[in-house]
């Protein structure tokens, strides 16, 4: 089967090498708000709404950039993890590809519907940062646990 889109299947690897101690990495910088100095850079801004202060709008910014450093990295490594190849691709593979992306998106917006109605404040601003990475993770557990049955039923038939 022909699958132009999907990553080789060594990048699965390498996504799994950044994905998994970024994640613990974001989890860590979160808790502890952390914000070294030498990342407090001047950057370009679309927009920038200072707490009481100005809005700016396309000029420069100073901001920490830890967070947007740890963002695009779990972004791009689960991009990696969750749209590389399998070992054997085939239409089967496919079509658990899809459903799992469905599942996940589906879940995905369970939660923020459910957040939308019982969640208020910061508390919802987290909510919503958190939804930007859980579609990805939802796809990657979903995918793999699937895989992980099929396999199963596999050697189980032998």
Known sequence: MKTNYLFPHRFKRIGLIFLIPFSLFGIYVVQQDLEPIFLDWTV???FYDEIMGNQLVFSMAENNVLNEIIGIILIISGIM????????????????RL??????????????????????????LWVMILNMFTILLFFIIRFNWQLRKLNKIGEDEK
């Open 44 to 46: 370009p801004a679309i």
């Open 81 to 96: 993890v969750a749209f590389s190849k399998e070992k054997q691709e085939d239409e089967f593979i496919s079509k658990l």
């Open 99 to 124: 459903e799992s992306l469905v599942w996940a998106t589906y879940v995905n917006y369970s939660v923020l519907l459910v957040s939308m109605l019982f969640v208020f404040g910061i508390s919802f």
